[in-house]
């Protein structure tokens, strides 16, 4: 994806003050502020760094491929926008994270109107300090890698069957790793809530892939 070539003409992008290598190595609280001084490569930075995870965050919430590529450019285009509004005392993170949420719940709404360790495990319950799932081991064989997409694939069906709000929650939480309170903050629900929309969404989830998994 060119998020960053496709912005620069809505951005107005200055010549570098720092290089690229060194931009990646700062703090997305670094690169924010950056950019407001006025290093506007700071922003190809954010873009680069928050690219991929955004992609594939919206792409399990719309559940297509194309639909999610344009929801994160807006995403982008709108942090650009009100970046002078954020508020630098919160997380970054949970911020455009909120903004990709919005974006990708919108898409749901407007259509209504118009990993592999944990689940072979999977009877024996969930661990609420469990990591995000990792499909790819660069270690494996290729008989190996070839099992866990595989696997990948039946998670992604899964999760693409999960109700919508169970679906953000458990994709926040099993498969980007948020914490409670992120989740909290991204979908505007209380902490009991999370918990209890992630609980039925693990079980749901349990129940649609286990047939699956035998």
Not at 47 to 68: P, S
Not at 121 to 130: H, L, R
Not at 156 to 170: G, I, K, T
Not at 189 to 201: D, Q
């Amino acid at each position: 994806m060119a998020h960053a070539a496709a912005l620069k003409s809505e951005t107005s992008f200055q010549p570098a003050f720092r290089p690229m290598a060194e931009l990646q190595a700062l703090t997305d609280h670094d690169l924010v502020k950056g950019y407001l001084m006025g290093d506007t490569r700071a922003f190809d930075a954010i873009v680069e760094r928050y690219q991929g995870r955004l992609l594939n965050f919206v792409y399990r919430i719309v559940t297509d491929r194309e639909r999610a590529e344009d929801l994160v450019q807006e995403v982008f285009i709108r942090v650009h926008r009100h970046l002078g509004r954020f508020d630098r005392s919160k997380k970054f993170s949970t911020w455009i994270y909120t903004i990709a949420s919005n974006l990708a719940k919108n898409e749901l709404r407007n259509r209504s109107r118009n990993p592999l360790v944990l689940f072979t495990s999977i009877t024996q319950g969930w661990e609420d300090e469990e990591r995000p799932l990792e499909f790819e081991d660069p270690t494996a064989r290729p008989d190996d890698q070839f099992r866990k997409r595989h696997v990948r694939q039946m998670v992604e069906e899964s999760v693409a069957a999960l109700p919508e709000h169970h679906r953000e929650v458990f994709v926040l939480r099993e498969l980007e790793g948020r914490s409670y309170e992120e989740i909290s903050e991204i979908t505007h629900c209380n902490l009991g809530t999370v918990k209890s929309r992630l609980n039925r969404a693990r079980n749901s989830f349990a129940e649609i892939i286990e047939p699956s998994l035998r």
